[in-house]
C-alpha cells in the first residue's frame, strides 16, 4: 500500500460535546494522493466558539479557517477538488454561493449542494477533498 | 495534478446557467469528482422537471456525457450518493439507476435530501479517470 | 503519467451483512480503486441474523461501525486506515450518542467526518459510509 495515513487534530479548543469532550473527528486525514477534510461548521478557530449567524456568515467563517487549516496542512483553496455543501434550508443557496465564489475565483472545484437537518442550529457544514 | 472537466455541451454549464461556483468536475489522482448532476437539458441548460424516472433518466444521460467526454464512463464510477427528494420513491430510483449499471453497479449511499428547484434527484457521483 | 485504475467489488466474509446480493440492490458493498475503498452505506444488520437490528440508537450505532469493522477487515483494510466518514441519523437529537459509541471505534487519529440528520428507510436509526485507504 502506496498511501500513508495522517491525521490533523480539531484545534485544542474544539466545540465541546454536551459531555464535555471534543468531538472524535480529526480536522482532516491525508491518504494517498488526497486530504479529506470533515464538515466545518462556524467557529473562532482560536476559542472554538461557535459563530452563529445567517448563512452568508457562517459560509465566510467556514471558508476562511478551511483556508488556514489545508495550508496549515501543506494543501491550499487552489488544491479543492470537491465541495460537499449542506444547508439547513436551499432557499439559503444562493446566499452560500456568493460568499463561497469569492473563495475560490478560477477554477472552482466540483460541488454539491443539498439541504439536511443539520444539529445544533447550524446553517451550513462544509466539507472537502483536497490534493495533500 | 488537478485538472477542470469543462462541459461537453453547452447545457452542462451549471455556472454559466444558473450561477453555480463550481466546475463540472475535476479530475485529479487518477479519480473523477463531479459536480451533482442535475435534470437539465444538456444541450440548452434548461430545468427538466418530471417524474423521478424522466429526472433520473436525464441525470444519468448527462453523466455518461460528462464521464465519456473526460475519458472514463459510468462503467467506472466508484462511489455514488443519489439523492432523492423523498424515500418513497427508492424503488423507483432502483428501477432506472438498474439500467445504467449493466456492467457492475458502483459503492452507493442514498440520501433523502432538500434538492435545489424542487427536483426529485441528484448524483453526486466519483469515478475512475 | 497516471495509470488508469481497475476497480474491484469488495464483498463482506459473512454473507449476511452483503445487502447488496441479499436483496438484488444494484449496488455492491464497497468499492475498491488505486489506493482506496469506498464502502456504501450501512445499516444496523444483525450479522448473526441478516435482519435489521432496531433499539436504542447506541446499539445500532454500534452494530453498524461493527459491521463496518467487518466489512473492511474482509477487504484487507481497517478502521486505522479510514480517512472519511459521513454519519447520517434519523433524528438530529441522537447526535450525543451516536458520538458516545462512535469514538470507541475510532479512539486515536479519527477520521474525518462530517454527520448529519436526513430520513432514513425502513425506520433506521443511522447510515453510515466511509472511504479508507486499501490495505
Not at chain 1, 110 to 116: E, I, K, N, S
Not at chain 2, 4 to 29: F, K, M, N, T
Request: hydrophobic letters at 40%; charged letters at 20%.
Amino acid at each position: 500500500m502506496s498511501g500513508k495515513r495522517e491525521a490533523f487534530p480539531l484545534p485544542v479548543r474544539a466545540p465541546d460535546t454536551s459531555n464535555g469532550s471534543s468531538q472524535p473527528m480529526s480536522m482532516a486525514v491525508r491518504g494517498g494522493d488526497f486530504l479529506f477534510v470533515s464538515g466545518l461548521t462556524a467557529v473562532d478557530l482560536q476559542s472554538g466558539a461557535r459563530m452563529q449567524g445567517t448563512t452568508a456568515s457562517e459560509t465566510r467563517q467556514i471558508l476562511t479557517n478551511l483556508k488556514q487549516l489545508l495550508d496549515a496542512a501543506g494543501s491550499s483553496l487552489d488544491k479543492v477538488v470537491k465541495v460537499n455543501v449542506l444547508l439547513h434550508s436551499m432557499l439559503e443557496e444562493p446566499n452560500m454561493n456568493e460568499v463561497y465564489a469569492r473563495f475560490f475565483p478560477d477554477q472552482p472545484p466540483a460541488r454539491t449542494v443539498c439541504g439536511a437537518r443539520l444539529p445544533d442550529g447550524v446553517k451550513v457544514i462544509i466539507e472537502c477533498t483536497a490534493l495533500a | 495534478m488537478r485538472e477542470v472537466i469543462a462541459a461537453p455541451l453547452a447545457g452542462l454549464d451549471l455556472r454559466q446557467h444558473y450561477g453555480h461556483h463550481q466546475s463540472p468536475a475535476v479530475r485529479a489522482g487518477g479519480l473523477i469528482f463531479c459536480s451533482g448532476m442535475l435534470p437539465v437539458d444538456p444541450l440548452t441548460g434548461e430545468r427538466r422537471h418530471g417524474t423521478l424516472t424522466s429526472e433520473a433518466h436525464v441525470v444519468l444521460g448527462n453523466l455518461k456525457l460528462l464521464l465519456e467526454s473526460a475519458g472514463s464512463s459510468l462503467d467506472r464510477l466508484v462511489q455514488v450518493h443519489a439523492l432523492i427528494y423523498d424515500s418513497i420513491e427508492y424503488d423507483v430510483l432502483n428501477r432506472v439507476y438498474r439500467q445504467y449499471m449493466a456492467n457492475g453497479p458502483p459503492a452507493r449511499t442514498v440520501w433523502t435530501a432538500q434538492i435545489e428547484a424542487g427536483f426529485k434527484i441528484q448524483l453526486d457521483v466519483v469515478a475512475a479517470a | 503519467m497516471t495509470e488508469k485504475f481497475q476497480r474491484s467489488a469488495i464483498q463482506p466474509e459473512n454473507p449476511l451483512l452483503n445487502a447488496s446480493r441479499k436483496s438484488n440492490l444494484p449496488h455492491v458493498p464497497g468499492i475498491r480503486v488505486g489506493d482506496y475503498i469506498f464502502l456504501s452505506g450501512m445499516v444496523p444488520i444483525d450479522p448473526q441474523t441478516g435482519e435489521r437490528s432496531h433499539g436504542p440508537i447506541a446499539e445500532q450505532v454500534r452494530v453498524t461501525l461493527s459491521n463496518m469493522r467487518h466489512m473492511l477487515e474482509s477487504a484487507g483494510s481497517s478502521l486505522e486506515l479510514v480517512l472519511r466518514v459521513h454519519v447520517v441519523l434519523a433524528d438530529i437529537s441522537h447526535m450525543a450518542e451516536m458520538d458516545r459509541v462512535y469514538r470507541e471505534f475510532f479512539p486515536v487519529d479519527p477520521p474525518a467526518r462530517t454527520a448529519w440528520s436526513m430520513q432514513l428507510r425502513f425506520g433506521n436509526g443511522c447510515e453510515i459510509e466511509c472511504v479508507a485507504l486499501a490495505g
